[in-house]
């Protein structure tokens, strides 16, 4: 896809090519719906809070919903092992053990988008990684769209999936079509250092998770 925006203080920025990982994947378990059904009455609960101020054009809850909500804190850990196993460069303490970067939800919130709404293009530099959590949606419902990339990529939400992907990555939602509620419940994570330091010989590697 051809890049479909302007980014105007980047101009005179040199171009890079380079490889990102964007994990998507499905929530399993028997009690996905239940849980998907508790995410999506936390973030009616929560209500909307920001008036479509930011690039997110539709309901957007308080940013901390991992404080205030289990069902967004039992997600920000299920991101984080998830995280944990997808390291974007090999990293070791002092003394040349390996060691494993740790993450902490620095943010969180729910997004309801109705039909005509739409977000545009934006990153969440300089947070470590981003994720959307798909509450409930359908495949016809607006994907999610990458613009920088080579290659047009964009992937459709499906209930129970999650994306996963490095914080500084475009990302936009075109317009939702259906005439239903395109329901995310999405953060962003940030490295913990303190446990970051702790090599992967005291401190177990964590393993990817089943389905891999
Ligand atoms: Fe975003």
């Known amino acids: 896809m051809s890049n479909v925006y302007i980014k105007p203080t980047q101009e005179g920025w040199p171009e890079f090519i380079m490889r990102y990982p964007v994990k998507v994947k499905p929530l399993k378990g028997t009690n996905v719906d239940a849980f ?69 939800v620095q943010d969180s919130w729910g997004l309801i988008y109705t039909k005509g709404q739409t977000c545009k293009p934006h990153q969440h530099w ?21 613009p920088d990339v080579n290659t047009e990529y964009s992937v459709k939400p499906q209930t129970g999936q999650l994306i996963l992907w490095p914080a500084g990555l475009y990302h936009s939602v075109p317009e939702q ?18 446990k970051s330091v702790q090599s992967v010989t005291e401190y177990q590697l964590t393993p990817a998770p089943k389905g891999e």
Not at 73 to 80: D, M, R, S
Not at 92 to 97: F, L
Not at 177 to 194: F, K, P, Q, S, T
């Open 36 to 104: 998907n059904k508790l995410l999506e009455s936390d973030i009616r609960t929560a209500g909307d809070r920001l008036n479509q101020s930011t690039a997110a054009k539709c309901l957007m809850t308080r940013w901390d919903m991992d404080q205030h909500y289990d069902s967004f804190k039992k997600l920000g850990e299920l991101v984080i092992n998830l995280a944990k196993t997808m390291p974007l460069a090999n990293a070791t303490n002092e003394n040349g053990d390996p060691r494993q970067y740790d993450y902490k």
């Open 126 to 146: 300089p947070h470590a990684w981003s994720f959307t959590y798909c509450v409930n949606a359908c495949e016809d419902c607006a994907p999610l769209v990458f």
């Open 177 to 194: 079509e259906c005439g239903h509620e395109r329901i995310m419940a999405v953060g962003n994570l940030i490295v913990d250092w303190e």
